[in-house]
């Protein structure tokens, strides 16, 4: 029974919500805000009021980011709010169906060499289908890999993680 229990419970905590459109990533970060402090030497971008981050079909907004740039010239933004969000479309796999996933925390970190997102605290990440909702994870800390298509949740202070996931269509 504690083996059955442990198998459903590891299950759980990787659930493959979307993969995200690939070309994405080949295009050019834009970053809208009403503030912006850059510091050279650090490397470092801070951008208050309205943020608003946009690459391809990915979006990102919140009231702050601090952008970090590594010495292998990788960004990594961390966008905070109440509530931060982002949303970007998945590749097409059924003609005439168009798949998003969304998110919503407390904060959202974004790590550009590896496609991860982490949304931490109040954490929702949604998979829609031409815009009615299929899928939805909940928990504090939710990983998003957005290249291997795999999503890790971590439990809310009741030590809980929640999934909903919609029944197969047979007609697909």
Do not use: C
């Not at 459109?21 to 970060?29: A, G, L």
């Not at 795999?150 to 009741?158: E, K, P, V």
């Amino acid at each position: 029974m504690k083996r059955i229990f442990f198998t459903a419970l590891v299950l759980s905590l990787i659930v493959p919500l979307a993969q995200a459109e690939t070309q994405d990533r080949q295009k050019p970060i834009e970053i809208q805000a009403d503030h912006f402090f850059g510091d050279e030497i650090k490397q470092e971008a801070v951008y208050t009021g309205s943020v608003r981050v946009d690459q391809g079909t990915m979006r990102l907004t919140g009231q702050k980011l601090v952008l970090v740039e590594s010495a292998a010239g990788y960004r990594k933004g961390t966008l905070t709010g109440n509530l931060a969000t982002f949303r970007q479309r998945r590749d097409m796999k059924v003609r005439g169906v168009e798949e998003w996933v969304s998110g919503r925390a407390q904060e959202i970190v974004y790590e550009e060499r590896t496609g991860i997102v982490t949304l931490t605290g109040k954490a929702v990440v949604e998979r829609s289908e031409n815009g009615v909702v299929k899928d939805r994870a909940r928990g504090n800390k939710i990983v998003y890999d957005t290249i291997r298509s795999r999503t890790i949740i971590q439990g809310n202070s009741g030590g809980r993680a929640s999934t909903v996931i919609a029944p197969r269509n047979n007609n697909r």
